[in-house]
């Protein structure tokens, strides 16, 4: 037993020294020459080691640590150099190949085209309030009886709506009557005032024909449609001017449309769209855009749009949801990108320009709006340039990081510099 335990603590011994040895003499060789070992990691090409000043070193693994000599890291990593160059963008990173396949970077080409313009969004069905009718009492009176009793009844044109005992209405015709076969020159003055009088109360000479001996008029419907509102009962009194019942028409309907403001730009009255309404499968109806409205949701931010649909069977009744699919004219080509591509900030929008020789550009655009997994650039791309698609937000942050560097006048503080294995700022030609 006890010789077990001496044979087990020499062969210890005997590691730990050899580990120590070995640690020794790798410190040594990396403090003898640490521009060779920077060549192994792909940090910079030999024209860069040569003339280029080391800014200090660090550890591939943990960025952060620096150190303003070569050797091994506290991992025991050998530390790589970080070189400055006087001439390089700031906006701008050099990636060797093997990195670049490591981040998964993937380019796309910027396309010069029109983005799909039909554009679907939500609606609901309402009444065209410009075939609204207001049927009111132009004098005091008393609604005797009611013809229609229900909201939403279908009424036709002329049919009878309410009788209604006015005393002012009783009087004018009575004065008019009066007046009817009079011969002289004043009486025919009077005759025609009374007439005037007559039209002002809303009375028409049908109405004056067909009052009964107790004064009693029958209101009859102006137009066909539907009662929408119906504002007094039997028996109840009313003033001059109060709304009796409201009748809508119902040839057409409005639909209101709820439009992304970035779209709502490319929409022109006259417009075409195809509705297509939920409570009635497989049917389609095609209006136009009467307006866009001046009135911007501030929960959804949407922009209100009136379309016009014809109604001729009338199906289509107001609440009902419907689909709403606009066909506005095309614009002309510009440069599109993946929406993947593009990096949004609070102050801009970047994307990352993917040059010749592994180098990679940050570049700020304008956008315009967005279709089918595209958005329009505005501003900063011409047609033609390669964007990253993945792997952009790993070189968007060297970029930035190392663009703040090179703008500071004191030398980089340890905790504000990150740098990622394989990258150099700078090494443009």
Known sequence: ???????????????????GAYLIDRHHDGAQDGTSA?????????????????LYWYDPMVPAQHSDKPGLSSMGM?????????DADPNTVSIDAATVQNLGVRTAPVERRMLSATVQVPGTIGWDLSQAVVVSARVDAVVNKLYVRTPYASVKAGAPLADVLAPQWSSAVAEAQALQHVQSTEAKALRGAAQQRLRVLGLSPADSRSMGSNGQITLR????????????????????????????????VWVDAALPQSVAGTMRADTPVTVSIDALPGQVFHGHVESLLPDIDMTTRTQHMRIVLANPDGVLSPGMFATVQLDPASGKAVPVVPDDALIASGADTRVIVAEDGGHFRAIAVRTGRAAGGYTEILEGLAGGEKVVVSGQFLIDSEASLSGALERLDDPPAPASSVAMPGMTMGTNP
């Open 221 to 252: 419907a102006p137009q066909a449609g539907v009662l929408s509102t119906l504002d007094v009962r039997e028996g109840q009194r009313v003033n001059a001017g109060q709304t009796l019942m409201t009748i809508n028409g119902i040839s057409t």
């Open 78 to 86: 050998q530390m790589v150099p970080k070189y400055a160059n006087a």
């Open 1 to 19: 037993m006890k010789r077990a335990l001496l044979i087990s603590s020499i062969l210890a011994g005997l590691l730990v020294t050899a580990v």
């Open 38 to 54: 920077d060549h192994s990691v792909g940090t910079g090409s030999p024209a860069q080691t040569a003339t280029a000043k080391v």
